[in-house]
């Protein structure tokens, strides 16, 4: 960390603190393959920071509002750090700072916990699904205009959308989209008509999840709201949620039987944004996919 950010970010957490900050050093973490992460110790205790300078100049700012609207829904059972300040990427980096989390080994309560306090989260109630600003699913941007119809929602906002990124990136062939677009055609047939708008991580594999000395947390969100069904695409996709977790989120938020049925349809959208970051054989997937559901 250069020095001018060392400076700047002293003064802002004298700003916050309201008292002298001293940074004594910084211990680079790994984990991420986008941002540079570091626990800072300083003179007022020790923070998480994470900062970058070639990233879309307001992916920290997007960052915190996902962490404080989790922090608002969220319950005993489960953590959400709490955002200390985030910036935009200007003369310096753009940064956010959090509370630092100690990390803990695991416990199968704690996964238990873990389910309850995401159900708790999803019964965080909206009237609407979208969120207030666009934010970043990995670096793709997202829409995430206020939208009343889930299916629209997830049709146009984040199948076709993230379909015409990929078409300006890696120049899909066109009878490859009129399968997309057939299978968007039928998502009114595939998906509930009475999705109810819950709050959802929105990126939740099992690297955007820690057992920390508070309990279980949430970290690095692009939160919206959204059929809950939606959070389980991602979760899905990697794996890493035990039985403990299915059980302590039954137990809170018990999902519709069909749910599994549905439940690659929402794994394609993260599938497609793999493709669309990684390219490789995440397309060829993604096109399985939609074959399967546009019949």
């Known amino acids: ?6 400076f700047h970010l002293e003064d802002k957490l004298e700003q916050i603190l ?5 940074i004594l050093s910084g211990k680079p973490l790994g984990g991420g393959c986008i941002n540079n992460a570091m626990k800072l110790e300083t003179s007022s205790g020790a923070f998480f920071l994470k900062w970058n300078t070639t990233c879309a100049p307001n992916l920290f700012t997007r960052e915190a509002e996902s962490l404080i609207e989790l922090g608002k829904a969220s319950s005993s059972y489960l953590h959400i750090p709490k955002v200390i300040v985030s910036e935009e990427v200007g003369e310096l980096p753009g940064y956010i700072i959090m509370e630092y989390l100690e990390p803990a080994s695991y416990s199968s309560q704690d996964e238990r916990n873990l389910g309850r306090g995401l159900a708790t989260i999803h ?16 670096s793709t941007i997202q829409d995430n205009s206020w939208n009343t119809n889930w299916v629209d929602f997830f049709g146009q906002q984040r199948l076709l959308y993230i ?8 120049n899909m062939p ?14 009114p047939g595939l998906l509930p008509s ?13 690297g955007n999840y820690m057992h920390t000395n508070k309990g279980p947390a949430l ?13 389980m695409g991602i979760m899905t996709m990697f794996g890493g949620f035990s039985g403990k977790f299915w059980e302590g989120y039954m137990e809170v938020n018990p999902l519709d039987p069909g749910w599994e049925k549905r439940n690659k349809i929402y794994q394609l959208y993260h599938v497609l944004n793999h493709y669309y970051l990684f390219g490789g054989g995440y397309g060829h997937q993604a096109f399985n996919i939609a074959q399967y559901y546009a019949g």
């Not at 379909?163 to 890696?170: F, P, T, V, W």
């Not at 970290?219 to 959070?231: R, T």
């Open 1 to 6: 960390m250069e020095n001018r950010l060392s």
């Open 18 to 22: 309201g008292s002298s900050v001293k």
């Open 123 to 138: 019964q965080f109630p909206a009237d609407r699904f979208g969120f207030y600003n666009d934010n970043y699913c990995g």
């Open 163 to 170: 379909l015409q990124l990929i078409q300006k990136e890696r």
């Open 174 to 187: 066109s009878s490859q989209m009129k399968v997309y677009e057939k299978l968007v055609s039928r998502l």
């Open 194 to 206: 009475c999705s109810k708008p819950a709050l959802i991580h929105g990126d939740l594999w099992s």
């Open 219 to 231: 970290i690095d969100p692009c939160a919206y709201y959204a059929d809950c069904e939606m959070e």
